[in-house]
């Protein structure tokens, strides 16, 4: 195999292969860019800051609700 080729074909494959690689990684960088924005708007929604939990974000709100609804049921019975 190797025999049949000489030394330019074989390097210029081998930047042929080099390339793909970089076009590889380069999706795949910009996959996890992606990912990481995602979480991050996830754990702001959540209301989950590297302090622990905020008083802000969906759990925050959906919280707030419940204990109105509670307060609202306990007023009618």
Same mark, same amino acid.
């Given at each position: !195999?190797? %025999? =049949?080729?000489? !030394?330019?074909?074989? $390097? @210029?494959?081998?930047? +042929?292969?080099? &390339? !793909? #690689? =970089?076009? #590889?990684? *380069?999706? !795949? %960088?910009?996959?996890? +860019? $992606?990912? /990481?924005?995602? #979480? @991050?708007?996830?754990? /702001? *929604? &959540?209301?989950?800051?590297? /302090?622990?939990?905020?008083? @802000?974000?969906? #759990?925050? %709100? &959906?919280?707030?609700?419940?204990? =109105?609804?509670? @307060?609202?049921?306990? &007023?009618?019975?």
């Amino acid at each position: !195999m190797f %025999d =049949e080729l000489t !030394m330019g074909q074989l $390097r @210029s494959q081998i930047e +042929q292969h080099l &390339l !793909m #690689v =970089e076009e #590889v990684l *380069g999706g !795949m %960088d910009t996959f996890i +860019q $992606r990912l /990481e924005k995602r #979480v @991050s708007r996830i754990e /702001e *929604g &959540l209301g989950i800051e590297p /302090e622990g939990i905020s008083a @802000s974000g969906w #759990v925050a %709100d &959906l919280q707030r609700v419940k204990t =109105e609804l509670s @307060s609202i049921r306990n &007023l009618v019975k």
